[in-house]
């Protein structure tokens, strides 16, 4: 990192299921809670399927301090409710030219997508609007950034946050990423039979596949010369895409594997505290990210998984799991890969179930999606690497 620029994170939010704060959810976190439950006739869906959703009433009765109801949508609400809420713990005026919004979703205002919906245009389904709608709400005058690639979405988002501030085209990113579920969504990872009818067991042995979550996750980035002991630097990430196949990952787990390579750069392993794996719980995921993970030599660095605390929450991922790998080390903490007994990938991976004592201030963040991309990102407090 000698002479360059440091990317800093200074503040940021998550609203789930287990919280509408940071401190909330890793405290939930940190005590095993999840809200993952059954369903059954929900959305008037045939099957069944396990998920973590929020109260939607306690997020409306939050949003409605703020702004009129009826001009949002629930996705929309969730995004400003979490970014504002993140620019709240600044100094920051949204209102600036030299702060940009990025927001990192999947599927945004999907749910529009049924003519049973009423109340929005059919075009407010482009995640482009959405994000011109946020930008709007904040009087920001500059035009949103959408990054919208699958389950990497929130860690390509931050890449894409170091990017803008490298150059020095900004002084301030808030990155945003959020989806909330629906029956479109459910009932599309239904139909690739991904998703587990209970809660799911990430790199388990009896592992049965996949949950989803609602969620939104906001990171603010700045750029400054030099960062203190005590800040969180985005250090490097890396997106690589091994175009194996529209929904399998490669079976060598080469994206990940080079993704893997570059964000760890000339890093010692030993650095490192964990890798926060993406771990969704389904068959061929879990064993890809192992094989990646020996491959690049980071098979004796500790491993976790969040999914078992959300779901997958697709667009938020990438931001709400930074945020509480973040959270973890500040506590001195490895936090337990819930839903995790057995070991059931090929190669030999680090995992527990239980929260673990750390000393170290680095981590991997590590990301995979359908189309055999892949993202991973450096992150550590300042001075540590």
Same mark, same amino acid.
């Given at each position: 990192?000698?002479?360059?620029?440091?990317?800093?994170?200074?503040?940021?939010?998550?609203?789930?299921?287990?919280?509408?704060?940071?401190?909330?959810?890793?405290?939930?976190?940190?005590?095993?809670?999840?809200?993952?439950?059954?369903?059954?006739?929900?959305?008037?869906?045939?099957?069944?399927?396990?998920?973590?959703?929020?109260?939607?009433?306690?997020?409306?009765?939050?949003?409605?301090?703020?702004?009129?109801?009826?001009?949002?949508?629930?996705?929309?609400?969730?995004?400003?409710?979490?970014?504002?809420?993140?620019?709240?713990?600044?100094?920051?005026?949204?209102?600036?030219?030299?702060?940009?919004?990025?927001?990192?979703?999947?599927?945004?205002?999907?749910?529009?997508?049924?003519?049973?919906?009423?109340?929005?245009?059919?075009?407010?389904?482009? %995640?482009?609007?959405?994000?011109?709608?946020?930008?709007?709400?904040?009087?920001?005058?500059?035009?949103?950034?959408?990054?919208?690639?699958?389950?990497?979405?929130?860690?390509?988002?931050?890449?894409?946050?170091?990017?803008?501030?490298?150059?020095?085209?900004?002084?301030?990113?808030?990155?945003?990423?959020?989806?909330?579920?629906?029956?479109?969504?459910?009932?599309?990872?239904?139909?690739?039979?991904?998703?587990?009818?209970?809660?799911?067991?990430?790199?388990?042995?009896?592992?049965?596949? %996949?949950?989803?979550?609602?969620?939104?996750?906001?990171?603010?980035?700045?750029?400054?010369?030099?960062?203190?002991?005590?800040?969180?630097?985005?250090?490097?990430?890396?997106?690589?895409?091994?175009?194996?196949?529209?929904?399998?990952?490669?079976?060598?787990?080469?994206?990940?594997?080079?993704?893997?390579?570059?964000?760890?750069?000339?890093?010692?392993?030993?650095?490192?505290?964990?890798?926060?794996?993406?771990?969704?719980?389904?068959?061929?995921?879990?064993?890809?990210?192992?094989?990646?993970?020996?491959?690049?030599?980071?098979?004796?660095?500790?491993?976790?998984? %969040?999914?078992?605390?959300?779901?997958?929450?697709?667009?938020?991922?990438?931001?709400?799991?930074?945020?509480?790998?973040?959270?973890?080390?500040?506590?001195?903490?490895?936090?337990?890969?819930?839903?995790?007994?057995?070991?059931?990938?090929?190669?030999?991976?680090?995992?527990?179930?239980?929260?673990?004592?750390?000393?170290?201030?680095?981590?991997?963040?590590?990301?995979?999606?359908?189309?055999?991309?892949?993202?991973?990102?450096?992150?550590?407090?300042?001075?540590?690497?």
């Amino acid at each position: 990192m000698g002479g360059k620029c440091m990317i800093v994170s200074v503040a940021n939010n998550i609203i789930s299921p287990l919280g509408m704060s940071t401190a909330e959810n890793y405290a939930a976190v940190k005590a095993g809670r999840s809200e993952l439950k059954r369903y059954e006739g929900k959305w008037n869906l045939p099957e069944p399927f396990v998920a973590s959703l929020v109260d939607r009433d306690k997020v409306e009765r939050a949003f409605a301090a703020l702004a009129d109801n009826a001009k949002y949508t629930f996705f929309e609400k969730m995004i400003i409710l979490s970014a504002k809420k993140a620019i709240e713990q600044t100094d920051i005026d949204p209102t600036s030219d030299k702060v940009l919004f990025i927001l990192s979703t999947t599927k945004g205002n999907v749910f529009l997508l049924d003519k049973r919906e009423t109340g929005f245009p059919p075009e407010r389904v482009r %995640l482009g609007m959405s994000a011109r709608q946020i930008t709007e709400f904040f009087h920001n005058p500059n035009t949103p950034i959408v990054v919208s690639n699958a389950c990497i979405s929130g860690v390509c988002a931050q890449i894409q946050a170091l990017r803008e501030l490298e150059v020095g085209n900004f002084d301030y990113v808030v990155t945003v990423g959020c989806d909330v579920q629906s029956a479109f969504i459910v009932s599309g990872f239904q139909s690739f039979k991904a998703l587990s009818t209970e809660p799911c067991k990430p790199f388990d042995a009896n592992r049965t596949g %996949l949950n989803l979550g609602d969620a939104a996750a906001t990171i603010i980035y700045m750029r400054k010369d030099t960062a203190c002991s005590d800040e969180w630097i985005a250090c490097r990430g890396a997106i690589r895409n091994d175009a194996n196949h529209i929904s399998g990952p490669s079976r060598t787990g080469e994206g990940s594997y080079r993704a893997l390579k570059v964000a760890l750069g000339d890093v010692s392993p030993d650095k490192v505290a964990f890798i926060n794996a993406h771990g969704t719980a389904t068959l061929y995921n879990d064993e890809m990210e192992s094989v990646a993970i020996e491959r690049a030599g980071l098979s004796q660095v500790p491993v976790n998984g %969040l999914k078992g605390y959300y779901g997958h929450t697709m667009g938020a991922a990438g931001i709400l799991e930074t945020i509480l790998s973040m959270q973890a080390i500040d506590d001195h903490n490895i936090l337990a890969t819930r839903g995790y007994e057995t070991l059931g990938v090929t190669h030999p991976l680090v995992l527990s179930n239980q929260n673990q004592a750390t000393d170290k201030q680095a981590f991997i963040k590590l990301l995979s999606g359908f189309g055999g991309c892949n993202a991973a990102l450096l992150m550590a407090k300042g001075g540590t690497l």
